[in-house]
């Protein structure tokens, strides 16, 4: 079976080539379990992505090829930290 298309469901902020860039599996490639696996692992180690879920959808017409789409959900990027220090030193 081979990877016709790989879709990204779900990113509002984040652009789909940094996605990508986080893909094992390639399009047109022999899909392999491992590779879509290990895509999966690397966007959720981005960091701001969080339920990141796969679909694998048959081609209409094609006994021979899927469709890949990750479903992903972005994380708030409204953060705020404050750090304050005091030295007897300096002052």
């Known amino acids: 079976v081979y990877v016709r298309d790989i879709n990204f469901v ?15 599996q390639q399009e ?22 969080q339920n990141v879920n796969i679909k694998n959808t048959p081609v209409p017409g094609s ?15 409204a953060t705020a930290s404050v750090q304050a220090g005091y030295s007897d030193m300096y002052g």
Do not use: P
Request: no cysteine; charged share 25%.
């Open 10 to 24: 779900g990113n509002t902020k984040t652009q789909e080539i940094v996605l990508r860039r986080q893909m094992y």
């Open 28 to 49: 047109g490639g022999l899909y392999s379990l491992s590779g879509v696996e290990e895509g999966k692992r690397r966007l959720q180690l981005l960091g701001y992505l």
């Open 63 to 77: 006994s021979d090829q899927v469709d890949v789409t990750y479903s992903v959900q972005e994380m708030s990027s």
